[in-house]
């Protein structure tokens, strides 16, 4: 009996001393584990920071390294900046020849158009104005539309310089874009981000886009660009635009679609009849003569097309 008594003793004593060294050890387990998981999240940290911190360097640029932007900004954004804006400074230099009249041409005794609604003339002024208005470097607004522009041909989610080959990349004539926007001050920038972001027309520009980088029939997409916004321009000082902008009550609107019946009666030219470069007057030339001679016909058949964006 004693020798029984004497087992089971010692049997529990043995069950609690294991007990004991196994809570020790699995104790002793978890606060290695902590320390090592605190030390791995330390690590990792340091890492995301790190990336976070990572920049690019742009080619040409070592020495100027960009961080990815903020936002784009769009062509809607910048008509609520410059409608927002005194722009009387410019109006001086607006001929927005419909209101003001030109009695002794010869145009205004056998074709004068319509004259434009008196609630439009605000935003017609407006738009001539912008073409007026030069970009400005030291205008945060005007650099963050550049580097948008860049941003939407391109796909990047980077920031580029403001100076440099790349914009060569897209189709200006040199590293600085200001002087290819000369001609049509700011508002060749603000077209050319509309046709560029605007979903409706994005599949298009795309289309355009990659024409312009072919190896037989490239050209230099942003150049094009500035010139079909000329012709717009022109056509809505002339008061060709005044009809349609009369029957849809807007100027800005049938003014960008103007734009982008001009670049699709472009693109759908170049392409088929495999048109290059030495043929970009006579292209341009005839795309005015046409647009300008058949307004509405131009909005309609880029209206048509862009509504069926599985074509392109």
């Not at 999240?41 to 690019?56: A, L, P």
């Not at 000082?237 to 902008?245: M, T």
Request: with cysteine; net charge negative; glycine share 6%.
């Amino acid at each position: 009996l004693f020798s029984r008594n004497y087992l089971q003793f010692h049997e529990s004593c043995c069950s609690l001393v294991k007990e004991y060294f196994l809570t020790q050890m699995l104790s002793t387990l978890e606060e290695k584990t902590e320390g090592t998981t605190d030390s791995s999240n330390n690590e990792c940290e340091d890492e995301w920071e790190g990336i976070e911190t990572r920049e690019i360097n742009w080619a040409g640029d070592n020495n100027n390294p960009q961080r990815p932007p903020v936002d784009n900004i769009t062509d809607k954004d910048l008509w609520e900046y410059f409608n927002s804006r005194d722009m009387s400074e410019y109006h001086t230099y607006v001929t927005f020849w419909p209101e003001k009249g030109h009695p002794f041409s010869i145009r205004s005794f056998f074709c004068r158009p319509s004259r434009l609604s008196k609630q439009l003339v605000r935003d017609g002024t407006l738009i001539c104005s912008i073409a007026q208005c030069r970009f400005v470097d030291e205008d945060e607004t005007h650099v963050r539309a550049l580097k948008s522009l860049y941003r939407f041909v391109t796909g990047t989610l980077f920031d580029c310089p403001r100076f440099g080959p790349h914009w060569e990349d897209i189709g200006f004539q040199g590293t600085d874009p200001k002087n290819d926007l000369r001609g049509v001050g700011f508002l060749g920038l603000m077209q050319a981000l509309h046709f560029a972001s605007n979903k409706a027309c994005r599949p298009l520009f795309l289309q355009l886009y990659s024409l312009s980088r072919d190896p037989v029939q490239e050209f230099p997409m942003m150049v094009l660009s500035i010139n079909v916004t000329r012709i717009a321009y022109q056509a809505l000082k002339d008061g060709v635009l005044n009809r349609e902008c009369n029957a849809r009550l807007d100027v800005l609107g049938v003014f960008n679609s103007f734009y982008v019946a001009i670049m699709f009666y472009i693109w759908k030219l170049w392409k088929t009849q495999k048109k290059t470069i030495k043929d970009a007057g006579y292209v341009l030339k005839d795309a005015e003569g046409f647009a300008c001679k058949h307004v509405y016909k131009v909005l309609k058949n880029a209206e048509e097309y862009l509504s069926q964006p599985d074509q392109l």
